[in-house]
């Protein structure tokens, strides 16, 4: 999930441990000759995640990390490379967000951004001129403070990823960076937009140029007009990424926004994932739609999880989202949903064809299935009291955690990407986890986000995220929404557990 | 899973159907104007794979379909480009192993091997001279008839891709293949391999060239020489695919063994999923290891599932491990287990570093966990009996089925493309998925496949598959391989049901 400063940070949460056996697995046993000699060393498992991991005289044993996405022990620093109004930012911020929502600490950092706190009032193209040495000498400025941020940030924040977002047009600006980045032990991977189609451009200054702190003081044919210059005071020294001076960095370059690409020296496995990424994303309007199913008879019984049927107000509901997707008109439009009764039941009063996904099936509650939280609290009042503490990270026993859902939907993300109107059809926690993807939610927010039944939200891109609408379908249903206690000790009474439980039949 | 011919076909198995709308999700009732007057269908819940699905009249209503890899209505016909000698032999049947293995029906049609068909005893190269007229008819013949065949697979077989196995270094043929695919309404998706380095190609002539039936009768050298006369025959011809000529085409094209990839115009999920593989893909020789965790308590019982630790003779085999895996002598091994006690205990004793995988637990059985097969009969004889008729499809109530489990541990087999050295401490279900993706299982051959206890399989790629060595490491252990019984009627004895399950405490 995005990290944001250290302040902010989910107490408690471990730096980065730079050592390369420690960052991704289990270290052995220190001082060890001969490997086979020595007892192996007992296993707890952790309350929270459920972990099992060695402990000496009754603690954990070295830091543990199951299996996160990146494998490397070295940071990776991406660079973007293209002229402006090629989509670098759209691209930087996009992958910012997906890497911090599948585990990956990433940030990003945007020259233009320092270069506006620089120089407080913009105004005009002369002012990146290729001979204009203030400028220059400015500009030059804010890419290493930018660097230095970088620095910071991968190797003292516990970042993983950093997007260094820049027009990073010439050899030598580039040749710069990978000093910076061998100094300093990161990898580099460079992402270059290229495109010449005119359209694209013209969209592009509409949809994020105009509305620049730049360009505030300026009618829309002013800023284009000043905004062509700008570009073209990039275009006489614009060295792309070339297949023979450049064949030992490690790159993609896109080319007509995605009809092309080219991938030279792929290192490591997050780089794959990142150029997996990237040619899955297209920019094509549309929208997509995200519900629960209709309320069901565990929700009005208070009971969590398991396969129910609608109500008779979920049914409703479901009545009335086929007339509301009628009404939005949509062409093409797939319908997904999970394989558990209530979704498919929801579906099925649409009248159109819908696929079923296992993946996005509810998070399974393991031995708390169908209970009330009542029930949990008076039978598993420890494992409540830890959900409450850590809601992202706790897995229930023999269950799942909301960690473990977002990689459990990581490819109904990445089909979501592929996809333009698709209508899904699921469940509380699998939606909290979908909605915290495109809104760019942190993992403390994404368990406590409100997804109430009989809603619509509907997800549209815009300029650099995602514009969201909730539409109510006004059919009555219970509340499923428990808001975290302000006593998350194990320690507490029952009463301060059960505080913020919905209400429900008894 | 590998779909054979027709006759070996799973019975009972629906070849895909055409029409859009059903052959991947669940149709709209018939008739239906107005979308939302009628009452919604009833909803039953299939037996076997548990997959809730509309009925009508006590029937289950049109096929559905739950999410499937491919969705597109539309067959691929995937076809190679590229002088001899560049990998597409190895890259198709990889591919077409991949794809199976995840769910779509693939098949690969090599035309070299209608040509060795066709022509029964190979004389030299000069039957590849771009001047031997008789040499290209034949040629012409064989990829009309690989190409017959790749139509019947796709239109009448249930075959999804096809992959056209064959050189293609002409923008003609590939011009033909094209109008082919258009009058059969197949996408068609370009892999090219490019590739001067002459070590690889020396190495890739010496790896599976030599053994080819065209070369028995020669010595390498005769062979070597025979075959570069053979790829200059093709050279002065070769059209690549072009940036500008061929933009309008689907394609990848993979420079010097991937380490550059130009990708132009992916259409649909399945191209997708065939860029990332091709692109995760190596050829850097290494070895996989693959073993279950050390003798569990649970196995002694003879119950299924749960979270147990390793009984005494575990231990004993997680200490033979460390032995073994030292005398091995492997240069930075990675060590992955599942997230279950007993796989992390075998690691323990290893003392290397290792990283905890839980896409690698095992099977969920559901309400099946912890039980004897005994009270599995006893308490749940209707789903003992589905198990034992479909194994690889039966989904446990609230739990899981081995197809399932193959979808779960994808990118479990993406990352051990990417690695070089792999140890893998898993379970039996979850190895037997693994296993079958090397060694092309079937999905029918998948579920039964032996892997018992104590036992490490050392796998090696070899040409064009996988050599596999299995290797005791002497510590006894209870068998927990069950057999398919002769009986698999639900309205078998509980004898006959019982007869296969291996003893136990």
Redesign the interface.
Known sequence: MKHRSTSEQHHGKKPRVPAA?AA??????DG?ED??A?N??E?T?NPLK???M?YKNGLPEKH????KVCMTNCPTLIVTVGLPARGKTYISKKLTRYLNWIGVPTREFNVGQYRREFVKIYKSFEFFRPDNEEGLKIRRKCASAALNDVREYLTEDGGQVAVFDATNTTRERRETILEFAEQNGFKVFFVESVCEDPDVIQENIVQVKLDSPDYTNCNTEEAVEDFMKRIKCYENSYETLD?ILD?DLSYIKIMDVG????????LD?IQ?RI??YL??IHITPRSIYLCRHGESELNVKGRIGGDS?LTIRG?EF??KL??FI?EQNISDLKV?TS???RT??T?????????????LNEIDAGVC?ELMYEEIQRNYPLEFALRDQDKYRYRYP?GESYE?LV?RLEPVIM?LE?QENVLVICHQAVLRCLLAYFLDKTAEELPYLKCPLHTVLKLTPVAYGCKVESISLNVDAVNTHRERPANVDVSRMSEEALLTVPSHQT
């Open positions: 056996a991704t697995s289990t270290s052995p046993q060890m490997k086979a020595t192996p060393r296993l498992q459920k972990i099992w060695p543990i990390c199951q299996r297949e064949r009809q092309r690409y080219l991938v030279n020296r792929v496995h794959s150029v997996y040619m899955n049927g049914k479901a009545k086929s007339h009628q997904w394989q558990m009764k498919i039941q579906a099925e009063a649409l009248n159109v064809p819908y696929e079923q996904w296992k993946v299935e023999k473990d990689q089909e592929r």
